[in-house]
């Protein structure tokens, strides 16, 4: 399954940095069956050192890591939501995304100006969120109002989503996310098709930059209250400095951990591409053999047939059995023949709900 995660903010927050310097961590896009990727688009390898370890082990010729599509979208103002800036242009480009990663400037920069006139990261918070809450109110109640006309025919599925708007509708009116709309099981999934903006998991990316005034160190007032605001959410976060992270896109890995330790800065991009994977309860796992090596995206919960299917909907639709293995264990005995031989190899029908780390060989009619 594809993972795609639409980057906002305002101008001048660091976003475009972000982007680019995510992009110089692309993979191959030929490897992936994602959407059209144009300029505006980066596929980027989800870090993996349990991959690495098995394409080692298993001499493969191919390693194909786990991936995250990032979509870098035009800076968001103030108006967004009513045409200002490239408004529902703009808007339109995220509609389909599966998480949001909202760019949040921590950093003072008398060179970068700042669109509000100061630096203040819950204010450029409220602003994005309104915007994307005015953004939905207006996509949801032309919805609506079309759907209480056609639901009269009396379809289930028609009124099924004139009840959910129905739900939606008055809590964008009270500037509350759609997100924050107590639904049941079927309704969730009913939403997705709506498309809301808001009802997208949302990752708060905290842009910090090298040699500059950052809050989190000044600990002063804005960044309590930033921090009681992403505490009291429960929101996710991870702090990046975009500008180092650019820079040492052209260095060698090998000397990459050297410069962040001289810097004090930790591996934000690794962080922020797992904080995306994580967000939305996402898993891999994994095949392996002198072919290639790879690593598969699943959601949590997913049975043994239904994890095949992200192979080929034969795995799933004539689906026998897996043998699976973790991958501690497979390296441990260093090949599928010795953990066959060691009763390492465990054979799995198809309630087997597949874990994080789980090396499977498929078995299909």
Do not use: C
């Amino acid at each position: 399954m594809s993972l795609s995660i639409g980057i906002v903010g305002l101008p001048n927050v660091g976003k475009s940095t972000l982007f680019n310097a995510l992009t110089r961590k692309g993979v191959l896009i030929a490897n992936y069956p994602f959407a059209t990727i144009d300029p505006s688009v980066g596929v980027v390898a989800v870090p993996d050192v349990r991959l690495d370890k098995l394409a080692e082990m298993s001499r493969s010729q191919k390693k194909i890591p786990a991936a995250v599509e990032f979509v870098d979208i035009a800076g968001l103002v103030k108006g967004a939501s009513e045409g200002e800036g490239l408004g529902n242009q703009f808007l339109s480009h995220i509609r389909d995304v599966d998480a949001i990663a909202e760019v949040v400037r921590i950093f003072e920069d008398d060179d970068i100006h700042h669109v509000a006139g100061a630096v203040d990261p819950r204010y450029d918070i409220e602003v994005v969120g309104l915007e994307l809450v005015q953004a939905d109110l207006e996509h949801a109640a032309k919805r609506l109002d079309r759907v209480e006309r056609d639901a009269k025919g009396g379809g289930k599925e028609l009124v099924a989503e004139r009840d959910l708007l129905r739900k939606i509708v008055p809590a964008l009116q009270a500037g509350r996310p759609a997100r924050s709309v107590s639904l049941d099981a079927g309704e969730r999934e009913n939403a997705k098709t709506l498309h809301m903006l808001t009802m997208k998991p949302m990752l708060y990316v905290l842009n910090k930059k090298s040699g500059a005034l950052n809050i989190d160190a000044e600990g002063g007032p804005r960044w309590r209250e930033l921090k009681d605001f992403l505490d009291s959410s429960g929101a996710q976060y991870v702090v990046v400095d975009a500008g180092v992270e650019n820079e040492l896109g052209d260095v060698h890995s090998d000397e990459k951990s050297d410069f962040r330790r001289e810097l004090g800065v930790a591996d934000g991009l690794d962080e922020l591409i797992k904080a995306g994977y994580k967000l939305l309860d996402l898993i891999s796992f994994f095949t392996t053999g002198e072919k290639e090596s790879r690593a598969w995206t699943i959601a949590r919960g997913s049975t043994a047939p239904e994890a095949g299917a992200a192979i080929h909907t034969d795995f799933r639709d004539k689906f026998i059995r897996a043998e699976v293995i973790r991958w501690d264990k497979l390296l441990e005995a260093g090949s599928f023949a010795k953990a066959r031989e060691k009763g390492w190899l465990r054979s799995e029908g198809k309630e087997y709900v597949v874990q994080d780390g789980d090396v499977m060989e498929f078995l299909h009619s």
